[in-house]
């Protein structure tokens, strides 16, 4: 089946401090990725959609200037939580839509602690 | 909204025996899908079923779009089947709602 690349696979920061997540599709191109994050014995919850060259759209109660999204190939989204705080710890995991069937293949996820 | 319900929530089940998960929508869909969370926390894609049947080795899984379920079925449980099994329904304007999952326990 199709592979989605998550990198990186965990992450340990200071507060404060700012952290980047690539998602890329390896074997096809997605012109849609979503983006999710995952609290302890929970399922996810969609945080945005990223649109190739577009801005992407938030759910309602994600912090926009908090979890930048970036999609600027087809193959690749990042996402970026800037100025971390504990809270914001959590398993962030990325899907792509195979263009061509409409299938969702997901990333191995990012395990995020903000110390 | 659209609303997905799994059911059941947790199931412990000894090595070998055979399982039904179920998966319910309250509207129409443009797909379905079934993914297993491993313990390490990796989504593996299962099936890609709006509607039919598909097998795929001891799985196999069944979805009647005009009835709003879909049905998993996992054969011969084996203890790398532990986990949690995801529903999720995909939407227009790529909406996608996910269930919370059934928690799969196989004991050895």
């Known amino acids: 089946g199709a592979v989605v690349s998550q990198h990186p696979s965990w992450v340990i920061c200071k507060s404060g401090t700012s952290v980047k997540i690539e998602c890329r599709s390896l074997d096809f191109q997605a012109t849609t990725m979503f983006w999710y994050r995952q609290f302890p014995k929970q399922s996810l919850m969609l945080m945005a959609t990223s649109n190739e060259g577009s801005k992407a759209t938030y759910e309602q109660g994600v912090e926009k200037d908090k979890f930048l999204i970036n999609h600027a190939s087809l193959t690749l989204s990042t996402l970026t939580v800037t100025s971390a705080h504990p809270e914001d710890s959590s398993f962030y995991i990325c899907?792509?839509?195979?263009?061509?069937?409409?299938?969702?293949?997901f990333g191995e996820g990012s395990r995020l602690t903000v110390l | 909204g659209i609303q997905v319900e799994q059911s059941p929530p947790d199931l412990i089940l000894q090595e070998g025996a055979n399982s039904t998960l179920r998966c319910n929508f309250s509207d129409s869909v443009n797909n379905l899908q079934w993914f297993h969370q491993n313990p390490w926390g990796q989504l593996i894609n299962l099936f890609y079923?709006?509607?039919g049947t598909k097998q795929n080795g001891r799985l196999s899984a069944t979805t009647v779009a005009t009835e709003r379920y879909s049905l998993l079925y996992i054969s011969s449980s084996q203890t790398t089947d532990s986990g949690v099994y995801f529903c999720?329904?995909?939407?227009?304007?790529?909406?996608?709602?996910f269930g919370k999952g059934t928690r799969l326990h196989i004991l050895p």
């Open positions: 079923i709006p509607s």
């Open positions: 899907s792509a839509r195979d263009s061509a069937s409409g299938e969702l293949f």
């Open positions: 999720a329904v995909g939407l227009a304007r790529d909406k996608i709602i």
